[in-house]
């Protein structure tokens, strides 16, 4: 016990001692008065009377009041001397008289549930800070969680601290989520304190330099190297303290970095950005409820309007759908590329493939048809029209929102981000895995699930399976010529397992993407994944 503490109990012992003696000292002063006053005072004839009269019931009463008043001022006295040692013990165990029934039930039964073992936070990483990095992430979920990565990695090497990256809200789902919606933002920042110092918002004389429009804003270079921010950025921050980068998608290299950033960029994907505990509690009990029925596939079906806007694929779409669509594109300045050929790009395999596509692709690769199929997307355009097919071939499909009631998905309404979190969580846990497109998503749920243990993900050859399809649709390919060439193209390297990341340093957007397969963190492959093959 150091010296602070043994003058605090000192203190207390003297308050406790304090507050004994000023109700003893009371109830004794006040018998010793009345004695005085009541014997000594008056005559002897009054005191003579006075003792008559103290047999009678009045005067009776009138001494246990008075006596009942002396205890209750010393018990009060001593309650107030002792209160700093009793008094938060009491109360806090003591159900308050205006707490509703049910908050006092959960207390109760908090007791009841299992002690979980103190977390064991990694030690503070001490270094000098150069300044503070804020960052705006750009597109959808996928897109948003892998710049969060890379801007992570970046602040740990430029000795920054990073302020808790602003989420986006201008695009095209227009979700107002924060990061804390849909991220635990605590562990968050408390599981990379031995890399990276993570504020929640700017010292308060920085923030209001921001506030007020003092800050020094700029995209990076799509691609660059950890050198370019350690030469660019770096510089930067230490002259205006603050840097705001305002577009974080894809702006770190995929391949020639330092191991140790590479390895950093796992741990945050993988571990650090954990989804909120509600978005995590629905994730399980969605697969719980696949699980009852037995293994099942997760297909994400990409084949919402922004995404056929976007990428200008009208495959199977009417005339005035096609025109919806145009215009949709339009619309959107940012959505650079107006004029598009349709045709030709399906045929170059960059179009998602439609609903019908991919029930004759799904197919031919002897998926049963009495497995569970999870469609992870949002509202597929042209509705149950252009489901009607796939609804055909796979009879056990399902979405969240058949799973779910719509009490579980209230919250979750209008909040893309938190959709795609859901979606997400599934993904990961799916016997497999099926992208009709390699969109954000695909490649980031691909590279997690590599992760895991290189779990069956079944990566389409697009170009291939349009041609196939086309060959198939128009008489020239037989059914068992057109499933055997389409298992052919889609053997182990297809399937999720380990393989090197295809490297072009002249052309990095082409390049394999680092999330797809983050190979430097990744362990050999022990066990053949579960096949649902027929």
């Not at 005067?59 to 938060?88: E, F, Y």
């Not at 055997?484 to 193209?489: D, Y």
């Amino acid at each position: 016990m150091n010296g602070r503490d043994m003058y605090r109990v000192e203190d207390k012992d003297k308050k406790r001692r304090f507050g004994i003696g000023i109700g003893f000292g009371i109830g004794i002063g006040i018998g010793i008065g009345i004695g005085r006053m009541g014997w000594k005072s008056l005559g002897e004839g009054r005191v003579e009377k006075f003792k008559a009269n103290a047999r009678s019931p009045k005067m009776k009463l009138w001494i246990i009041r008075a006596t009942t008043m002396v205890l209750l001022w010393t018990c009060l006295v001593q309650l107030t001397a002792l209160g700093d040692t009793w008094g938060p013990r009491v109360l806090k165990g003591w159900p308050s008289s205006f707490t509703q029934d049910s908050h006092s039930a959960t207390a109760l039964d908090v007791k009841f549930l299992p002690t979980a073992p103190a977390r064991v936070l990694p030690p503070k990483r001490v270094y000098q800070n150069n300044g503070y990095l804020m960052v705006s992430c750009n597109g959808g979920l996928n897109q948003m969680r892998s710049a969060i990565c890379d801007m992570v990695a970046i602040a740990r090497f430029l000795n920054v601290t990073l302020i808790v990256p602003e989420l986006d809200k201008t695009s095209f789902w227009a979700d107002p989520s924060e990061f804390e919606d849909i991220f635990d933002v605590n562990h968050f920042i408390t599981s990379l304190r031995d890399e990276v110092r993570i504020l929640k918002q700017l010292p308060p004389r920085l923030k209001k330099r921001v506030e007020s429009g003092i800050v020094h804003t700029m995209p990076p270079v799509s691609w660059s190297d950890i050198s370019y921010y350690h030469n660019q950025i770096l510089p930067l921050i230490k002259k205006h303290k603050v840097v705001h980068l305002n577009r974080t998608d894809a702006r770190l290299a995929n391949n020639g970095q330092p191991l140790e950033l590479q390895k950093l960029r796992c741990r945050v994907n993988f571990n650090a950005l954990r989804f909120t505990p509600q978005i995590e509690y629905l994730g399980r009990r969605v697969v719980q409820l696949l699980r009852r029925n037995g293994p099942f596939l997760v297909l994400h079906l990409r084949y919402e309007m922004d995404m056929l806007a976007f990428s200008g694929c009208t495959q199977g779409c009417k005339t005035d759908e096609v025109e919806e669509l145009t215009r949709m594109r339009y619309a959107y300045p940012w959505w650079k590329e107006k004029i598009i050929n349709s045709e030709l790009k399906r045929k170059d395999g960059l179009c998602p493939l439609t609903p019908e596509e991919t029930a004759l692709t799904l197919r031919a690769l002897n998926i049963d048809s009495d497995i569970q199929i999870y469609v992870a997307a949002g509202e597929i355009y042209g509705g149950q029209r252009r489901m009607a097919g796939l609804a055909s071939a796979f009879p056990k499909l399902v979405r969240k929102e058949t799973l779910l009631g719509a009490d579980d998905l209230q919250f979750f309404q209008n909040h893309s981000s938190q959709m795609a979190a859901l979606d997400y969580l599934v993904s990961l846990e799916s016997d497999i895995f099926i992208p009709t497109y390699d969109g954000n998503m695909a490649k980031v749920v691909e590279g997690h699930r590599r992760y895991l243990g290189f779990k069956k993900t079944i990566l389409l050859d697009r170009k291939l399976v349009v041609e196939l399809i086309d060959r198939y649709t128009s008489g020239s390919l037989s059914w068992d010529e057109f499933s055997g060439a389409v298992k052919a193209a889609h053997t182990a390297a297809r399937m999720g397992s380990p393989k090197k990341r295809v490297v072009l340093p002249e052309r990095p957007k082409e390049e394999d993407y680092f999330y797809a397969n983050p190979e430097e963190c990744l362990q050999p492959l022990e066990s053949e994944p579960l096949s649902i093959l027929r």
